[in-house]
């Protein structure tokens, strides 16, 4: 999974060309040839995340794809008439993949008010702005640029203090059960 945050690239997929820009994602699954070059003055600064895919007995590879951000309509948290919300660049409900990269973003003031915890570990690129993210006891200060990586069942919230908007790149494994030994299965 490819999502540029700065500059250009060009994106040669299956001998398909992609321009990104930043917010664009691109999703590409085992066996897909691509290659990314910068085509810009300045440089191109992505987050690339790789992971060894996880199949699925009767579910077949989901297929490559690029979009962008502003393509994706964020669905916002039932409650907070939109100041929280989740940019989903996977439908939830799709067992295919094996991972989600999604964008989280709060309006000023904006907070996720509750501790919640989630059964992966997980990662936090923090995209704009400036909050508290609790994490175990702490309340901890992020700002654009930071990156934070949550073990299992950490305990978590977030408030946007703002004075602008605040938003993250998401990941997470999902729709596999965790491994139970460090050996994943294999000897």
């Known amino acids: 999974m490819l999502f540029v945050v700065e500059g250009q690239a060009r994106l040669v997929r299956d001998g398909q060309v992609h321009a990104l820009t930043p917010g664009a994602y691109a999703y590409l699954p085992p066996g897909t040839t691509w290659s990314l070059r910068n085509d810009g003055a300045g440089p191109t600064r992505f987050h690339w995340i790789r992971k060894a895919y996880t199949p699925v007995p009767g579910l077949e590879v989901p297929p490559a794809f690029v979009t962008h951000e502003t393509a994706v309509a964020p669905v916002p948290m039932p409650g907070t008439d ?62 654009a640029g930071d990156f934070l990586w949550l073990r299992a069942y950490c305990p978590q919230a977030c408030y946007a ?17 965790a491994p139970l030994s460090p050996f994943r299965g294999r000897r």
């Open 82 to 143: 939109g100041a929280w919300a989740t940019t989903r660049f996977v439908a939830p409900d799709d067992l295919r993949h094996d991972m989600h990269v999604n964008i989280v973003a709060l309006r000023p003031g904006a907070s996720i008010p509750f501790e919640e915890t989630h059964v992966m570990e997980h990662g936090l690129f923090i995209l704009e702005g400036k909050a508290v993210y609790r994490l175990n006891r702490d309340w901890v200060e992020v700002q």
């Open 161 to 177: 203090g703002g004075p602008g908007p605040f938003r993250y790149l998401l990941y997470k494994d999902v729709n596999r059960h």
